[in-house]
């Protein structure tokens, strides 16, 4: 499958969600976990995979293969996305 590599740019969290997605790597484990502060609730959670989600409030969050190893690079998509 074609995509654009490490290239690609994103306006949201939803975007991003779709693209691991499309790309199959939803539920693919990233080289290493990622503290995440929600931003809807505030708690923390560890992130395990390309999409992940909050356990305390359901907001959905992504990151790409390419930017998985900064925390700084997770995108929210929303609750239930």
């Known amino acids: 499958m074609m995509h654009d590599g490490c290239n690609g740019s994103f306006t949201n969290g939803a975007e991003v969600v779709a693209k691991v997605r499309f790309m199959?790597?939803?539920e693919q484990m990233i080289p290493m976990?990622?503290?995440i502060s929600c931003v809807e609730c505030g708690?923390?959670?560890e992130?395990?995979?390309f999409?992940?989600?909050c356990p305390h409030c359901g907001m959905v969050y992504g990151v790409t293969p390419c930017h998985a190893f900064d925390a700084a690079n997770v995108m929210p998509a929303g609750i239930g996305y």
């Open 47 to 49: 992130m395990e995979t």
């Open 24 to 26: 199959g790597f939803a």
């Open 43 to 45: 708690k923390e959670f």
């Open 33 to 35: 976990a990622l503290q």
């Open 51 to 53: 999409e992940d989600q």
